[in-house]
């Protein structure tokens, strides 16, 4: 997948794109499907080389216009990249977002962006898609455009959810199964296990003091970490091993009494060896338990026994 970040080398070939866009955080199957009908249109277009393009903004634009009540991320740029090239996007184009972008035209951000950049032929958004300042392009400014600029525009309905709740698939809808620990819920809309990324710290020790040893991962505020308890999940190293992992998120109230923030620990089931330092992907499949406080170390260590079971049992199966 090509990766185009300035606008004034996209240096575009064949006969322009079928574009879908948007911010695309978690490229949740609601993206999928957006993607899947680029595509597909892509492909039947003329007996040209039309390609599919996802144009999509770093950083989320919620962090340049209202930081203080900007949603928690689901994916680090560098993942939304590898996801978008593995649903098959010939030109990924990362729009810098800044102020001077955000106050700029509808007819701008075509121009610049579908028309110089990408020769779009065909414009895939959401029906409630706006773009430009004080989002005042919608479905149809951008149609209005495209007869000018000579692009077609399909505007879809989102993907509904199918387990339960009459709402679409979203962002929004993925964070707050996450916030309330439905980690399987949400993958159910991701259409995989949510990750988080990070690098492993040195923490304390009191994991491997009492025989359970685990990998902190530094994981960004800024990212979406499930409720505070414990999981099932995958830790997967850089050279692409996946170990079967027991995962605590919280406070460790065992320990602390007052701990401001929460952690991310993973312990590796079966795995003896160094971790410091490298970059980890921690995968959750499943919720075990919530968070507790223990009446000492034997009854922790007891519980901690029953989890590691209990996430050898889930992955297994």
């Not at 144009?55 to 216009?65: C, D, G, I, R, S």
């Not at 065909?122 to 000579?150: I, M, P, Q, S, W």
């Not at 009492?210 to 414990?230: C, E, H, K, L, R």
Request: hydrophobic content about 40%; overall charge negative; proline content about 4%.
């Amino acid at each position: 997948m090509r990766v185009v970040s300035d606008l004034t080398n996209c240096n575009t070939s064949g006969d322009g794109h079928v574009v879908a866009i948007g911010v695309y955080d978690g490229v949740h199957l609601g993206h999928r499907s957006v993607i899947d009908l680029a595509r597909r249109a892509a492909s039947i277009r003329g007996e040209g080389d039309v390609k599919t393009a996802v144009v999509t903004f770093e950083p989320h634009p919620a962090y340049v216009l209202r930081s203080d009540n900007a949603p928690k991320l689901l994916t680090t740029l560098e993942h939304k990249l590898e996801l978008l090239e593995s649903a098959g996007v010939d030109t990924t184009v990362v729009v810098p977002f800044d102020h001077q972008r955000a106050a700029e035209t509808p007819e701008e951000f075509v121009q610049s962006v579908l028309v110089d950049c990408l020769r779009a032929q065909l414009v895939v958004v959401g029906h409630d898609f706006h773009f430009g300042a004080k989002r005042a392009g919608n479905v149809e400014v951008l149609t209005k455009l495209g007869l000018t600029h000579g692009f077609d525009v399909e505007g879809l309905r989102l993907l509904p959810r199918t387990d339960g709740p009459v709402e679409p698939i979203s962002s929004t809808a993925v964070r707050r199964a996450l916030a309330g620990g439905n980690v399987a819920i949400a993958a159910d809309m991701l259409g995989r296990n949510h990750e988080v990324w990070g690098t492993v710290v040195h923490g304390d020790q009191r994991g491997r003091q009492i025989g359970f040893p685990t990998a902190n991962i530094a994981v960004g505020s800024m990212y979406a970490v499930p409720a505070d308890a414990v999981y099932a999940g995958w830790y997967v190293r850089p050279d692409g091993s996946r170990w079967p992992t027991a995962i605590n998120v919280g406070k460790r109230p065992t320990f602390y009494q007052n701990a401001e923030h929460s952690v991310v620990e993973a312990h590796l089931i079966g795995f003896d060896g160094q971790l410091y330092d490298e970059l980890a992907r921690v995968e959750f499949v499943q919720l075990l338990r919530s968070e507790q406080r223990f009446d000492g170390i034997e009854a922790l260590v007891a519980q901690l026994r029953v989890d590691v079971e209990r996430a050898t049992s889930v992955l297994k199966s």
